[in-house]
């Protein structure tokens, strides 16, 4: 059996923007690290911790800043985008024929629980999927496998079986870490170019409108 796993940000909505904004705002304001937008849009991968640490070094915040940090950058982010909350062009309808084919579903993010919430209750799509794997279940973050092989073991499907859907080089890599394919949705901040290292590539899309589920279950 074929399943789906799904990263969050870029893959089920086109947000990625607006997080760089919130992070910007949050690095250059309260914490004075005086980053460009590309400088920050270089650190967006992993949790949010990660960041935190690659940015001001392993010593900077304790734990519990860093969770409040995690937490303010966050509830920054949602207020910036909600206003702006959509699926990316033709997933709604690419979720229900996936739904009603039977095919297991995952979101497995590097986000944190509270922002997957947001989207999927927002949005009104929580029901599609069998499997919320977030930052607050693995130990080690995107590129390290767990995030997608976490999510496959609660589907009850082997990883080699499992289609990740990314749309940034780091997802990429963490799925072929975990021995799966991926189809790439080429979202507002990457081009096709940058994946060009990659061997486990099924296509490229710009809209879910491009793609039918049943077209990858051979």
């Known amino acids: 059996m074929k399943a789906f796993i799904f990263d969050l940000n870029g893959t089920i909505i086109d947000d990625m923007n607006f997080h760089v904004e919130a992070w910007s705002q949050l690095l250059n304001g309260e914490l004075n690290a005086g980053m ?6 270089s650190q967006m991968y992993g949790k949010n ?7 001001f070094g392993p010593d900077y915040f304790t734990d519990e ?5 995690s937490i303010k950058k966050e509830t920054l982010y949602q207020a910036i985008y909600k206003p702006h909350l959509k699926l990316i062009a033709g997933l709604s309808d690419f979720l229900q024929k996936s ?3 039977g095919i297991p579903m995952a979101v497995g993010s590097a986000a944190i629980m509270f922002n997957i919430d947001f989207i ?4 009104g799509i929580r029901k599609y999927f069998g499997a919320l794997v977030s930052a607050d279940n693995v130990q080690v973050s995107k590129p390290d496998p767990e995030t997608f092989t976490k999510a496959a073991a609660i589907l ?5 079986d499992c289609i990740v859907f990314e749309d940034a080089p780091k997802g990429v890599e963490t799925a072929k870490n975990a021995g799966m394919k991926v189809v790439v949705i080429l979202s507002s901040l990457h081009t096709e170019e940058e994946f060009e290292t990659f061997d486990n590539i ?6 879910y409108d491009e793609l039918a589920p049943a077209s990858l279950l051979a």
């Open 36 to 41: 460009d937008y590309d400088a920050v849009k």
């Open 202 to 207: 099924i296509c490229f899309i710009k809209s």
């Open 120 to 123: 999927l209750d927002n949005l």
């Open 156 to 160: 009850g499907v082997n990883a080699p």
């Open 99 to 101: 739904y009603e084919l």
């Open 65 to 69: 800043q860093m969770q409040e940090l």
């Open 49 to 55: 911790s990660e960041l935190l640490v690659r940015v």
